[in-house]
T-cell receptor, first 113, second 115 residues
Framework: GENVEQHPSTLSVQEGDSAVIKCTYS??????FPWYKQELGKRPQLIID?????GEKKDQRIAVTLNKTAKHFSLHITETQPEDSAVYFC????????????FGKGTTLSVSS | NAGVTQTPKFRVLKTGQSMTLLCAQD?????MYWYRQDPGMGLRLIHY???????AKGEVPDGYNVSRLKKQNFLLGLESAAPSQTSVYFC??????????????FGQGTRLTVV
């Protein structure tokens, strides 16, 4: 089955700096890679996703890059702001039909002003 | 449009007691999931369903059972609760039959403590 590893587990940056979180996956058949943000005490919410037919996707200050050969994908946040402080999870599909998401263990991002 | 709703939001159980967590979605989604979230462990898949009347095991299914008698509801049962099942439980759903590749919408979570 799919195995997703996420690094780092914690990340502290100054406001305005960039933050990068990286995930690796094991199943070469996986074709969909979302990123979720979870604020303290809240539910996880999708912030960006990428499919295997593209290498990069951007949405304002966030971007995701995918390297299918190396089986890793990364979340990039530029010009970080205090409200970016949260736990971020990557995920990849599980099983032959990819019917459920397997999540990484999460990265706690702290942005100090 | 409520999205995904979990009942209850909080619960304290004694070891050995049983309970059922209810997840309801009003988005006509085919796929539904139960995850547990523990510090440092991320979101771990317990069981999931790809349609009414179907269920399948996830990463950590032991000690849990599920049922999907109606498309909009997905129930998670603990037959004999153990302290190791103390966790925050999240239900989620997604649409488009045919596989993953769309947003999963999460409920607000249920904080369960087993003493």
């Amino acid at each position: 089955g799919e195995n997703v590893e996420q690094h780092p587990s914690t990340l502290s940056v100054q406001e305005g700096d960039s933050a990068v979180i990286k995930c690796t996956y094991s199943d070469s058949a996986s074709n969909y890679f979302p990123w979720y943000k979870q604020e303290l005490g809240k539910r996880p919410q999708l912030i960006i996703d990428i499919r295997s037919n593209v290498g990069e996707k951007k949405d304002q200050r966030i971007a995701v890059t995918l390297n299918k050969t190396a089986k890793h994908f990364s979340l990039h946040i530029t010009e970080t702001q205090p409200e970016d402080s949260a736990v971020y999870f990557c995920a990849a599909p599980r099983g032959e039909a990819g019917t459920a998401l397997i999540f990484g263990k999460g990265t706690t991002l702290s942005v100090s002003s | 449009n409520a999205g995904v709703t979990q009942t209850p939001k909080f619960r304290v159980l004694k070891t050995g007691q049983s309970m059922t967590l209810l997840c309801a979605q009003d988005m006509n989604h085919e796929y539904m999931y139960w995850y547990r979230q523990d510090p440092g462990m991320g979101l771990r898949l317990i069981h999931y369903s790809v349609g009414e009347g179907t269920t399948a095991k996830g990463e950590v299914p032991d000690g849990y059972n599920v049922s999907r008698l109606k498309k909009q509801n997905f129930l998670l049962g603990l037959e004999s609760a153990a302290p190791s099942q103390t966790s925050v439980y999240f239900c989620a759903s997604s649409w488009i039959p045919g596989g993953v590749g769309t947003e999963a919408f999460f409920g607000q979570g249920t904080r369960l403590t087993v003493v």
